[in-house]
């Protein structure tokens, strides 16, 4: 293949830009979205037009303007030698967004007509993998009509794993995700703990982006270790009376959420991005769960522990969940919300710090009290274990 490479759009490239839109709407007249990727192209007059678009679509405030809340960037797949665009690619920042989340994913694209069947579109999609990682994007959502083998050729070659087929409108929509290889720039990682203060960040966190891959765990606010079997049926059944739809149950884990919050009961720390928190993790005085991974506290085994120092407090700190945004799992972010957590029960006094992984975990969906990896990483060793669930303790003293 001939040397292309991906370029924001210019002035230097208003000529081809002209050309491109004229040829796709000679050849793609009965296509309903032949622009895809191509923000306004079709309704832009002039090219110098579209590339003020497209400048302020990067903008989180100007891209408002144009009813778009998720910041995006557009690319031109450009021929090197004679200029000619052969495609153009659409990279948004993130797909915290319900039809994104769905099924508009994080990248949108076209190639020319006439340089279609050329190779050109798995290249166009590596190369924006390349721009994604730069923008600290982990994984992709990549979607295509189920019936649009050519689409997703280019997906399955740049290692797309299929997720799952869904209706849109009645028409089958096959999802896929692409791992992006690359380290994460820790420096920008920035931990803190939950209190009032970052209570909104949490709740923005579990609304938008903990479960933004379909998740199973969803609808949930990590609440659920703290209350009894009782508890929990009272609370469902309280649900089960409000007269607010389908969203009864959430709404009413929310409530309770934030009221644990308020009496210091739910307590744990954040993994912010910038402004914006990336992970979570659940840690607290053992005394304060009445259940720890699938033990409850009250007939949690010990073996060189003695129970009544076990539900002692001030004695264990226990770390029970952990939920990262998919964007950024496989990136170090459970690692370093771990080492605060044993860092700070360090400073206030704990003996040991104590986790709970599933030994017979298949999936990330499963592996929300952590992987073992991580613990034994960590320094943990086993203490003990039920069925498949695993007692790891690390001494602090």
């Not at 087929?165 to 929509?173: N, S």
């Not at 009864?248 to 402004?275: F, H, V």
């Amino acid at each position: 293949m001939e040397e292309v490479f991906l370029a924001a759009p210019s002035m230097e490239y208003a000529d081809e830009i002209r050309a491109f839109r004229e040829e796709i709407l000679m050849y793609d007249n009965d296509i309903s979205d032949r622009f895809a990727g191509c923000f306004h192209m079709e309704k832009c007059s002039s090219p110098e037009k579209w590339i003020e678009i497209c400048d302020k679509l990067r903008d989180p405030a100007k891209c408002r303007e144009f009813g778009v809340i998720v910041p995006s960037h557009e690319y031109l797949l450009v021929h090197d030698a004679d200029r000619r665009i052969l495609g153009v690619i659409d990279i948004r920042e993130h797909i915290d967004h319900p039809i994104l989340r769905e099924y508009g994913g994080h990248m949108g694209y076209t190639i020319r007509p006439t340089e279609r069947g050329k190779g050109y579109g798995k290249e166009m999609l590596r190369l924006a993998l390349e721009k994604a990682r730069d923008m600290n994007i982990r994984r992709v959502l990549v979607t295509c009509d189920a019936d649009n083998h050519s689409s997703e050729a280019v997906i399955l070659a740049n290692g797309g794993l299929l997720h799952d087929q869904i209706d849109v409108d009645g028409t089958p929509v096959k999802r896929y995700w692409i791992d992006i290889k690359g380290k994460m720039n820790y420096k920008t990682i920035i931990i803190r703990r939950l209190d009032l203060s970052t209570a909104p960040d949490f709740f923005d966190f579990f609304d938008n982006r903990a479960f933004s891959d379909g998740s199973p765990n969803a609808p949930c606010y990590c609440n659920l270790w703290h209350m009894s079997s009782d508890e929990i049926t009272e609370l469902r059944r309280k649900a089960a009376t409000a007269d607010k739809g389908d969203d009864n149950w959430k709404e009413t884990l929310r409530a309770s959420a934030m009221d644990m919050i308020e009496k210091g009961i739910l307590k744990g720390y954040l993994a912010y991005e910038g402004d914006t928190a990336i992970g979570w993790c659940n840690a607290n005085d053992r005394i304060s769960y009445n259940r720890v991974g699938e033990f409850y506290i009250s007939e949690t085994p010990s073996e060189d522990l003695p129970a009544e120092e076990g539900l002692r407090k001030g004695i264990i700190k226990s770390v029970v969940c952990f939920e990262v945004s998919p964007d950024f799992r496989g990136r170090g972010i459970a690692s370093m919300l771990l080492e605060r957590v044993i860092e700070d029960a360090m400073a206030e006094g704990y003996q040991y710090i104590e986790a709970y992984p599933n030994a017979a975990v298949q999936d990330a969906f499963s592996a929300f009290t952590g992987p073992r990896r991580l613990y034994d990483k960590a320094g943990f060793t086993e203490t003990l274990r039920k069925d498949h669930m695993v007692i790891m303790r690390k001494s602090l003293f």
